[in-house]
């Protein structure tokens, strides 16, 4: 049952408002004066305010003041028999939600107090989501290495300069980019993620910079671009080092004039964004072989990070395990189970060559595949926790004899690509969706390795 504090020095009004709400199934409470409203208020919360303006001794102006003190979010309704435009707008400014004036309309009233009600269970609901979102995106671990990432991202945060985060598939660049905008002066505007390996070639130019009605078979309406969407926020631009050298160019420009024309147009549109670009790929190699921009580089390149693998931060693992365990134990509503001595060793001692998000992964199959309520050796993929000893060592051998760090990537990616086929009975679709790439671009891997599809 919802309840509502009455503040008003009539009584005539408070026993009226009282007998109204209880009969629509609110439950009342009542205050003369705002001395005595604002003791209610700490005892309890209401869900809503009905405030009466003129009251002798503290007015309704000043209580809306110590309410915001007491509760910054409280929702508050003002009425007034005396009610100015310059009353209204500076109970307005204080954050109440709504102004109703004496006589007071029954239907106003009911409809008013339903509405801020509506809108507090939204901004309840946004809070709690963000807060899920936020536990979501957490960056887990205490490793050296971790805490002065943790460093740099605090001190980079509140700046305005651009971001390239480096580092290999799976490691958690999307997880460094959330905690700059959510410590940056940008955290209660868009988050705007485009993944520039995803979007076709021919269809990036219109994700980015959006385009008008007609600009091209199919374009309906007006549509806005990620650029536009992100104003005044943040662009994550994932997988920045497969977008084309045509759409670079374009990125390139829009970065150094802060301005675009959707496709299609002519008119020009100003933006405030800022800018954070991730890549797997090394981009000095890439601009090397004519395969990007170095401007671009360059212009993006202000606050490098660079996150590190999991098999170098192994300290980190039985933490970030127990964070999966908890996470998908209640998201599949189980009890949270426990993982062995011996399973805990193996996990510790994989060099999860997919990284955090291979761990994620395999943590979540366990949950929901795992009926008993400690995971054993015995319940770990057998393909990737049971290599002996001197398969590890041949592995080994074969990459380390190779000449260049460049070969042995290439070798050890085309190895990690055999496995997962194998795993996933060399289902395309599967395999990607599991180690979580595009079904396109694991098929370019494939075809580029020279893997044989078993059938």
Not at 98 to 119: C, G, H, M, R, Y
Not at 138 to 161: C, F, H, N, V, W
Not at 225 to 239: M, P, R, W
Not at 375 to 394: D, M, N, Q, V, W
């Amino acid at each position: 049952m919802k309840s509502i504090l009455i503040v008003d020095d009539e009584e005539s009004i408070r026993e009226s408002l009282q007998g109204i709400l209880q009969d629509e199934g609110f439950r009342t409470i009542s205050a003369e004066n705002g001395e005595q409203g604002i003791s209610l208020l700490r005892d309890e919360i209401p869900d809503m305010i009905l405030l009466d303006i003129w009251m002798p001794g503290m007015d309704g102006i000043e209580t809306l003041r110590k309410i915001r003190e007491v509760s910054p979010e409280q929702l508050v309704i003002m009425m007034s028999g005396h009610g100015t435009i310059e009353t209204a707008v500076k109970a307005t400014k204080l954050g109440a939600y709504d102004f109703i004036e004496k006589p007071l309309s029954l239907e106003k009233l009911l409809l008013s107090v339903q509405n801020a009600l509506t809108v507090g269970q939204l901004v309840e609901e946004n809070r709690s989501l963000k807060a899920k979102i936020a536990k979501e995106y957490e960056m887990i671990g205490d490793s050296p290495i971790i805490r002065q990432l943790k460093e740099q991202i605090a001190i980079a945060a509140p700046t305005s300069g651009w971001v390239l985060i480096t580092g290999e598939n799976g490691t958690g660049k999307e997880l460094v980019a959330r905690a700059i905008h959510t410590l940056s002066g940008r955290t209660s505007k868009p988050f705007i993620e485009v993944n520039c390996a995803a979007i076709p070639e021919e269809l990036i130019e219109s994700e980015l910079f959006g385009h008008e009605k007609g600009a091209f078979t199919g374009a309906t309406a007006l549509r806005k671009g990620k650029f536009d969407l992100a104003n005044e926020g943040t662009l994550f631009l994932d997988e920045i080092g497969d977008m084309s050298l045509k759409t670079q160019a374009k990125v390139l420009r829009i970065l150094q004039e802060r301005k675009f024309e959707r496709v299609g147009g002519s008119r020009t549109i100003e933006v405030d964004v800022r800018v954070i670009a991730a890549t797997n790929k090394d981009l000095a190699e890439e601009i090397s072989k004519g395969n990007f921009r170095e401007d671009l580089f360059y212009r993006l390149n202000v606050l490098p990070f660079d996150v590190p693998p999991l098999r170098e931060r192994k300290e980190d693992i039985p933490k970030l395990i127990t964070h999966f365990l908890e996470f998908y134990c209640s998201k599949e509503s189980r009890e949270i189970k426990t993982v062995a001595s011996g399973a805990m060793e193996s996990l510790v001692n994989y060099s999860w060559p997919g990284n955090v998000r291979e761990l994620k992964n395999i943590i979540e199959r366990l949950v929901i595949m795992v009926q008993d309520q400690q995971i054993t050796e015995g319940h770990l993929p057998a393909a990737t926790f049971t290599r002996k000893p001197e398969e590890i060592r041949s592995s080994t051998s074969s990459i380390t004899e190779l000449a260049t760090f460049r070969e042995a990537k290439e070798e050890f990616e085309k190895d990690f690509l055999v496995q997962k086929l194998e795993e996933n009975d060399w289902n395309i679709s599967r395999t990607a969706e599991a180690i979580e790439v595009e079904r396109s671009n694991l098929h370019r891997k494939i075809k580029s390795f020279g893997i044989e599809l078993k059938k």
